[in-house]
């Protein structure tokens, strides 16, 4: 029904009933299509992401829950010098960067997208030969030798960007969480900025913390 028929149904305004289909359409109950109309979804349900944050080897740098899985591994070198992440790098703007893109899955939908920065000259070869067990800590441990000591997250709430809303089926400026990571090396260098975005419309985040 349209706008104006649900509304004369429910003896409601259209400016409610626009709240609640934007309600039910952040909750996964309803799928939008522009020109098309609105339609219920088959199997309206959260993706529970147990939220680990990137911490030191003990940690994997980035460590989904086991549903998820990491799909379409991209790496290449950077013609031109990404310069927020030559920022968090502590490097100049104009030194070679190399960068990686790869994206979680689950149930053949994209949930996240985990972006990462290195200074090149520390990880020489890393396009060629990739990673080691498509891990990023096990590469920078393994075969560049490299042991983080410290990490420091940033976590934002954000809209998402063009590229980013097409890479996850989403819409234009749709809620996403982002957690933005530095690692560094015991000698307070940084060897990786990492950013990794979730799709904030049918994802709910667990993270349980323990004292010790």
Known sequence: PSENALAEEYRVSRVTIRQALALLDDSG???KMQGVG?????????????????????????????????????????????RHAARMLHVPSGEPLVYLERCFEKEDRVVGIYRAWFPRARVPGLTAQGLVNCSVSATLRKRYHCTVSSVENYIEAITLDVRSAQILASEYAAPALKIDTVHMLESGIPIAYSSTIWDGRNTKFHIMLTSK
Request: aromatic share 4%; no cysteine.
């Open 29 to 31: 109950a309803i799928q």
């Open 38 to 82: 609105v339609f219920v979804t088959d199997n309206p349900h959260f993706t529970l992401q147990e939220l680990q944050l990137p911490g030191n080897e003990s940690q994997p740098i980035m460590s989904p829950d086991a549903p998820l899985l990491s799909t379409h591994i991209h790496i290449e070198e950077l013609r031109e010098t990404d």
